[in-house]
């Protein structure tokens, strides 16, 4: 099973972080921030994904493969990879006021994947970062 979301993607380590919202909702900008430290780019806007028995892989549309938007400067081109098992997702439309919140998460095509909201601070894409490559404390 595949479908195309409106969503964007990024991938560190082999490891997929789908970021979800509203148009404007800052998807992009969270995806170009994280592509900054290296992750590289799965997708921009559109992302599809396709159901597999070790989980849900996003890949991008060839037409837009590479391309992300960064508002006020255009489309910029960025490092990619052709598709990640995603492990994560980021509701943009959502704000997590909780300092140290409850765990959250996400099912889509069967499986179940942490779910984060948006924290409203300049540390929010480095604490993704650090999530992906290093995972949670079990303090």
């Given at each position: 099973m595949e479908?195309?979301?409106?969503?964007?993607?990024?991938?560190?380590?082999?490891?997929g972080l789908l970021i979800?919202?509203?148009?404007?909702?800052g998807k992009s900008a969270l995806a170009l921030q994280l592509?900054?430290?290296?992750?590289?780019?799965i997708a921009d806007d559109r992302t599809n994904l396709t159901n597999t028995e070790e989980g849900v892989v996003a890949s991008s549309?060839?037409?837009?493969?590479g391309s992300i938007e960064a508002r006020g400067?255009?489309?910029?081109?960025?490092?990619?990879?052709?598709?990640?098992?995603?492990?994560y997702v980021v509701k943009?439309?959502?704000?997590?006021?909780?300092?140290l919140?409850?765990?959250k998460n996400l099912t889509l095509m069967g499986h179940t994947y942490p779910l984060f909201y948006r924290v409203e601070g300049?540390?929010?894409?480095?604490?993704l970062w650090l999530l992906m490559r290093h995972g949670r404390s079990t303090l």
């Open positions: 479908q195309i979301v409106h969503a964007s993607c990024v991938s560190v380590d082999g490891k979800i919202g509203a148009s404007g909702s592509v900054t430290f290296g992750a590289d780019l549309p060839p037409a837009i493969r400067m255009g489309i910029l081109q960025a490092p990619t990879a052709d598709s990640a098992v995603l492990r943009m439309d959502e704000v997590e006021n909780q300092r919140p409850d765990e300049i540390h929010f894409a480095a604490s």
